[in-house]
């Protein structure tokens, strides 16, 4: 029998890249996302389109299409990034990012946590410009207070999942060329995609909760 994967933010990027992936190694998949790409309707997999992780009705819509389906593996990928600089502070825009980029992957585990079957796995997409201790240049207010609300999140996630038997891993994928950072980066979505695969099979609940950069090093708070 086949396992299940339901990914968000699945149109494009890094999501669309872990369809394909988790495609090919024989996985049923679920998309959610807003509106489906070319793409993401060309590979054939399950879509869930129409829903905003930010808001009641979308996050509705994606429990009641997934009601009767158990899932192994959940990967909440969708996010945003934007720019603020100290002098030009747009508090909507940060509230805007804590939204898609925090509280939505909460909400997203929290609304799927009763189809979660035994020995799943849980793998939130965050990013190294969330770690305190990494910050050496400054900026990008609302995008690092988001990453940093998600990773504290993911962790008291893999306290309160680890009863279940379910583990939590805090992902952050590399620099990677995607159209959220205009296309410049160290990697392709499609290697981000199979680094970050492989840090989720090493996924235990010994480890859940632990903060990994996708070429393995574990990344500081």
Known sequence: MSQTVV??????????????????????????????SEELTSLGVHIIDGVNVTQHQGIERMRSALENVSIDL???????????????????????????NALAPLLVTEALTSRLVANAKVALITSRMGS????????????????SALNIAGVSLSHDLKPRGV?????????????????????????????????????TLENSGTFWHSNGDILPW
């Open 74 to 100: 959940l990967i909440n990928n969708a996010g945003i990034l934007r720019n603020e600089v100290l002098g030009d502070i747009d508090p909507d825009q940060i509230r805007q990012q804590f939204e898609t």
């Open 167 to 203: 583990a939590v891993a805090i992902l952050h994928p590399g620099l990677v060329g995607t159209e959220m950072i205009g296309g410049h980066g160290d990697i392709t979505p499609d290697q981000a995609a199979e680094r970050l695969s492989q840090r989720i099979d090493g996924l």
């Open 132 to 147: 305190v201790t990494d910050n050496t240049s400054g900026g990008r207010y609302g995008y690092r207070m988001s990453k």
């Open 7 to 36: 990914i968000t933010g699945a149109s494009r990027g890094i999501g669309l890249s872990f369809c394909r992936l988790y495609q090919s190694r024989g996985y049923d998949v679920y998309a959610v996302c807003r509106s489906a």
